[in-house]
């Protein structure tokens, strides 16, 4: 119950805050020109306005969408501070989640409104293969990673005789190979559909 009530009073904030900022304007009969001569107005030259009305509210958009995520950011401070002083899990849980949230929200934000903007009909392609090596790269380093870390467990194992360093040492060392074998076959799989 809490959770919606909450949910109900950002998304009414975010409403009154979108309203209030940018304004609105309607009309009823958007293709109509108003004047001497009321003639149609071809499709092309309407959505060119309309491109044109996005294009001029977009920097409008993007301070906006920052200070709603700002003031989310300083929500979540006040309530970690809150359930720090009061010890309550619930709250603290909660805001923790906002507080690693909404930095990663907006980072992958303004990522995609780069690659939106930037890449052009041909560059899809490209971007594709480049992300899909991009990841068969971080497959395989993780991978090294894995078996280098199963390594030390397995020294560990020595050293100290604890049958739990072993039993993540092996886990590694299969985590490993499954990975670096997906990583090899997946693309080839991918490719060929």
């Known amino acids: 119950m809490k959770k919606m009530i909450h949910t109900l009073l950002f998304s009414s904030l975010f409403v009154f805050f979108l309203f209030n900022t940018f304004g609105s304007s309607a009309s009823a009969l958007p293709f109509i020109k108003e004047g001497p001569s009321s003639n149609k107005k071809e499709f092309g030259s309407y959505m060119e306005g309309v491109t044109q009305d996005v294009n001029n509210l977009a920097p409008n958009v993007s301070t906006g969408i ?3 995520f700002a003031i ?19 709250i ?3 805001s923790t989640g906002v507080l690693i949230g909404v930095p990663i929200f907006v980072i992958c934000l303004r990522l995609l409104s780069i690659i939106a903007f930037t890449t052009t009909g041909p560059g899809v392609t490209l971007l594709a293969s480049d992300l899909m090596l991009l990841l ?10 894995m078996v280098l ?5 397995k020294l560990f194992h020595k050293f100290l005789d ?3 360093y072993a039993r993540w040492s092996k886990r590694l060392f299969i985590g ?6 997906l990583t090899a076959i997946m693309p080839v799989v991918l490719r060929s559909i």
């Open 66 to 68: 920052s200070i709603l």
């Open 72 to 90: 989310m950011f300083l929500i979540g401070v006040i309530k970690m501070s809150y359930s720090l002083v009061t010890k309550t899990g619930m």
């Open 92 to 94: 603290l849980k909660g």
């Open 136 to 145: 068969i790269e971080i497959g395989f380093f993780a991978a090294i990673g």
């Open 149 to 153: 870390i199963g390594l030390l467990m």
């Open 162 to 164: 604890h049958p739990e």
């Open 176 to 181: 490993a190979g499954s990975l670096s074998l």
